[in-house]
C-alpha cells in the first residue's frame, strides 16, 4: 500500500460511486439536510461508503454549511513562544478542541496586514494577544469574524485577560518592598527589544508599585554580550545601598545569579532577586530562585467561554487567581549596605 502521502484524495465522486447514488444526494446526506427527502436506507448506505472510504468533507464545504469555519486564529506579537506563553496556548488549543474548533497561531511580523491572512483563512474567531488597529477591526467585523481581545491593545474591545503585564512587576515589588523591607531596588530587563511587550509595562508596574511604597528603583537592561557590565553594574548599585533585584524573568534572574557570584556578592545576604515564570531550573540553582508563577488554565477555560459566546459561564477572575508566588532562598529581609 502507498505512504499516505502518495494516495489520491477520496473525493465525494467516490462516495457516490461506492454508494451508487448521485454526488448531489451524497452532498445532502453528509451535509445533513434534513429539507431533503431522502430514505433511510440510502443515508445509510452513503455513510457507509464514506466511512469505509475514510472520506471527509473539506473545511470549505464544512465552513460553507456552518457559516463559518471551525477555526480560532490567535495573533501573537513576535516573541519567543516559551515559557506561560506556550502553556497559555496549549490549554487553549485544548479548551477548544473540547469545544469542537481548532486553534491556529500566527505571529505577526512589522510588516503584517491582517487583510492578507484573512485572504487565506475565514476563521470564527481571532483572539488578539497583540495589539490591532482600528481598520484591522472593522474589516473582521465586515467579515462577519469575532474578535477577542486578550492582552493585545484592540480599538472598542475590552481586554478580557483578568491580568495586564503591569501586575506582574507590581507583585514582584510589593514581594521585596512590602513584604520584606528592600527600599532602594532594581529592575532588570531583557537584553532582546522583541521582549519589550511584555517587559516595559512590568517595568512601568515595578515602578509604579516602587513610587506608592516610597521605595527608590533603579533601572539596568542586560547587554546582548555581556563582558562583565551586569557584575559592575550591581556591584556599584549594591555599594550605593541597592539590596533587591526584580528581573523580567528567570532566565535574567539566573543571569544576575551568576553576574553576582562572579563579583562576590552572596544572594540573599548582599542582594535579594525574584524572577518571573517559575522554570523548572529555579529549584535546582543555588540559591534557588524566587519567582513568579502563572495558573493559567482557569484563563484558557475562560477564554474559551468568551470565544463560545458562553456568557453565564464566564467566571470573573482576578491577578490573586492567575499569579502564584513562589518564595524560595534568593529572598530574604533587608540587610543593611556593609
Not at 473525493?11 to 444526494?25: E, I, M, Q
Not at 454549511?65 to 506563553?85: E, F, K, M
Not at 481571532?126 to 488597529?133: E, G, H, N, P, S
Not at 527589544?193 to 513610587?211: I, N, T, V
Request: charged letters at 25%; glycine letters at 8%; a neutral charge.
Amino acid at each position: 500500500m502507498p505512504p499516505q502521502s502518495e494516495r489520491r484524495r477520496i473525493t465525494s465522486k467516490d462516495v457516490a460511486l461506492a454508494a451508487g447514488v448521485s454526488r448531489t444526494t451524497v452532498s445532502f446526506v453528509l451535509n445533513e439536510r434534513a429539507d431533503v427527502a431522502i430514505p433511510d436506507s440510502t443515508r445509510q448506505r452513503v455513510w457507509a461508503a464514506a466511512s469505509k472510504l475514510g472520506y471527509a468533507p473539506s473545511p470549505e464545504a464544512r465552513a460553507l454549511r456552518l457559516g463559518r469555519s471551525d477555526v480560532v486564529l490567535c495573533l501573537l506579537p513576535d516573541w519567543p513562544i516559551t515559557g506561560p506563553v506556550g502553556v497559555l496556548l496549549e490549554a487553549l488549543s485544548a479548551e477548544l478542541a473540547l469545544a469542537g474548533l481548532t486553534m491556529l497561531s500566527h505571529q505577526r511580523q512589522a510588516a503584517d496586514e491582517l487583510g492578507q491572512v484573512l485572504a487565506a483563512l475565514t476563521p470564527t474567531a481571532i483572539v488578539a494577544m497583540c495589539d490591532l488597529a482600528e481598520v484591522e477591526v472593522e474589516l473582521a467585523e465586515q467579515r462577519g469574524i469575532q474578535v477577542v481581545s486578550f492582552m493585545g491593545r484592540v480599538p472598542k474591545q475590552v481586554d478580557v485577560a483578568c491580568f495586564t503585564q503591569a501586575d506582574v512587576g507590581r507583585l514582584q515589588v510589593r514581594a521585596v518592598v512590602a513584604d520584606r523591607g528592600h527600599s532602594f531596588i532594581g529592575y532588570v530587563s531583557p537584553y532582546d527589544r522583541k521582549l519589550d511587550w511584555f517587559s516595559a509595562p512590568r517595568l512601568a508596574g515595578a515602578r509604579q508599585e516602587a513610587r506608592q511604597l516610597g521605595a527608590r528603583l533603579i533601572h539596568y537592561r542586560l547587554p546582548a554580550r555581556d563582558n562583565g557590565s551586569t557584575g559592575k553594574w550591581l556591584e556599584t548599585a549594591r555599594a550605593k545601598g541597592m539590596t533587591a533585584v526584580c528581573a523580567y524573568n528567570d532566565d535574567v534572574a539566573f543571569s544576575l545569579l551568576m553576574a553576582a557570584f562572579e563579583r562576590g556578592l552572596s544572594v540573599p545576604d548582599d542582594l535579594s532577586l525574584i524572577g518571573v515564570d517559575d522554570s523548572a531550573f529555579t529549584t535546582l540553582t543555588r540559591p534557588t530562585l524566587s519567582s513568579i508563577g502563572f495558573r493559567l488554565g482557569p484563563e484558557a477555560k475562560r477564554l474559551t467561554a468568551v470565544i463560545l459566546g458562553d456568557g453565564q459561564d464566564v467566571q470573573e477572575s482576578s491577578p490573586s487567581d492567575i499569579f502564584d508566588l513562589k518564595v524560595r532562598d534568593s529572598l530574604a529581609m533587608r540587610r543593611p549596605a556593609g
